[in-house]
């Protein structure tokens, strides 16, 4: 078992031995990766928004609480502005209070109306958020930690352009909860960066989508290995719904719309559909013919291989960053400058 390099009130919040949290992943982030980060020391959220019915996503916590033994795991609760998008939440709730989770990612709009129902229920709350404002606002509301992510995030990174270490640096200045941060870390030298910014976790996913126990076709994860740090883009920021994606076909072919003028969900069809990445993409492996959240952390996937070993190499990249660092500062370059 791998030594903690880190203990601080992240790994006590959450209960695990490394500070490292796999976000919530529409349509990716179910039992088998969330049980594999989990069962290597490290947190993960199922994203209940992926299952089809409640029933099918009760089955899943059920079958993750198999998986990891006892440990405890987490849920995301993503709430979206788009009117009945968000019907289900108290139930996403509800059931995974009932299953026995009491650790929650949230994301999206105000924790406001969850936060009390988690707390009542004996959960903690990490609300997750692009600016130091909203979390201000979060911290009032009584969240147990927030995380920041920047404008390099794979997913939607919303409307505010700061990236990662600029978001960071500010929210350690000015919140007194844990803060985490997440966007663009692929590597265990960034996550030794963040702690020594003030962080207390990073939250990742996009270096996570080629664990093997994702359920995506082999395809799409061998395009993710070939891509270097510029296999990204940011879609449908002129309709302030900024989302970073993989630079595929369809990404591109949304791209020229927008510059021809589609100001509106509805003018891009079908090409932004979820069920389309789910069936061609995901399922099928046609890699180019749907929307795929990425962000260039994806960058530093270099193989096809268990989400543990991914968590093992963050971790022992980040023992070997530290240990560079302390050499240097103890007897680095300042030491023979000054002799
Ligand atoms: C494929 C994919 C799907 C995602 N879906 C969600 C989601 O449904 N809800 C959410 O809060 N975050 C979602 N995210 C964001 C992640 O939880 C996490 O914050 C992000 O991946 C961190 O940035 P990184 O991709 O640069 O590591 C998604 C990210 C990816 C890559």
Known sequence: MQATLFRNRITALFGIRHPILLGGMHQLGRSGVVAAVVNAGAMGFITPRSFDDLAVYRADLRRCRELTGGKPFGVNLTISRRAGFNRDAPAWIAIALE???RHFESAGTSPEEIVGPIHAGGGVLM????SVR???TAERLGVDAVALVGMEEGGHPGANQLPTFVNGAVAVQRLRVPVVVGGGIGS???IAAAMALGAEGVVMGSRFMVASEVEMHVAVKQRIVELDEHGSIAILGTLNDTWRVMANGTAREVQKLEA???RRHEDFGDLI???RTRERVYRDGRVDEGIVSLGPAGGFADAIEPAGTIVARLVDEARAAMDTLGQRWVAGDGDRLAA
Do not use: D, F, I
């Open 188 to 190: 265990g030298r960034q």
């Open 273 to 275: 559909l979820s069920t």
């Open 134 to 136: 909203h979390a201000l």
């Open 127 to 130: 609300h997750k958020c692009p």
């Open 99 to 101: 299953e026995g989770v």
């Open 260 to 262: 021809a003028g589609a």
